[in-house]
């Protein structure tokens, strides 16, 4: 979630007037602040949350990694104040999720206990953080469904045309097995749906990744898994 409110939802007005007051609650429990090098990890996978952590600007990617050691990538995030921990915050468990600065960048740390402390002083704090896990929630949902109910090659296409029609709150990668991780699949597999795409020639391979060739073709790609 970001300390600044989402622009949709039942709320959104309360919390747009209030955002400034949220802002200041949340750093009223800071405890200090450290810079984390690229490819160091904020938060870790099975490890107990000892903070939250506030990253003004930077870019982090999250992962979390199965028994079988399969990794599924959620996505590269270009953060503006945005918050981790959160949600384990509120379960009280281990860290679901792997998140990694993928450049140097500054991080706030959040006290735990102090905003435990604050959040019963003021449980009107608690708008912000429902409406941002209930948006967070619908989102990877549909992330998730869609990776479950699609073959890679609609995914892919799908992927590039949303990419291309707004600007999401989750990009991919440069590297070819992350992407493959991000599509919850092997790079081999990743691949050859990228090749079958290329030989309808609906995509093709460009100095900035995958580029859409023929944005109607490929929406009538998609159609047909309709």
């Known amino acids: 979630m970001r300390i600044k409110p989402y622009l949709t939802g039942r709320f959104k007005t309360l919390l747009e007037q209030r955002s400034r007051a949220f802002r200041d609650f949340i750093y009223q429990c800071q405890v200090g602040s450290r810079y984390f090098n690229a490819g160091e990890a904020i938060l870790t996978q099975g490890e107990p949350l000892d903070h939250i952590y506030v990253v003004p600007a930077g870019r982090v990617s999250m992962s979390i990694l199965a028994a079988n050691g399969r990794r599924f990538q959620l996505g590269e995030a270009n953060c503006d104040d945005h918050i981790f921990g959160e949600m384990e915050f509120f379960t009280q468990t281990p860290c679901q999720w792997s998140v990694v600065s993928d450049e ?106 995958l580029e859409i060739v023929d944005k109607q073709a490929l929406r009538a790609f998609l159609d047909t898994y309709e």
């Open 104 to 209: 140097h960048m500054q991080v706030d740390i959040i006290c735990i206990k102090k905003l435990s402390e604050q959040l019963q002083q003021q449980p009107e704090m608690l708008f912000f953080f429902a409406s941002a896990l209930a948006d967070d929630y619908q989102d990877s949902l549909d992330i998730y469904t869609s990776r479950l109910l699609h073959p890679i090659t609609y995914n892919i296409a799908y992927d590039l045309l949303m990419q291309e029609q707004a600007s999401p709150s989750l990009t991919g990668f440069d590297k070819v097995n992350q992407e493959a991780e991000r599509f919850g699949t092997s790079g081999r597999v990743y691949r050859r749906a990228v090749k079958t795409l290329m030989d309808k020639a609906l995509i093709r391979k460009g100095e900035q990744g």
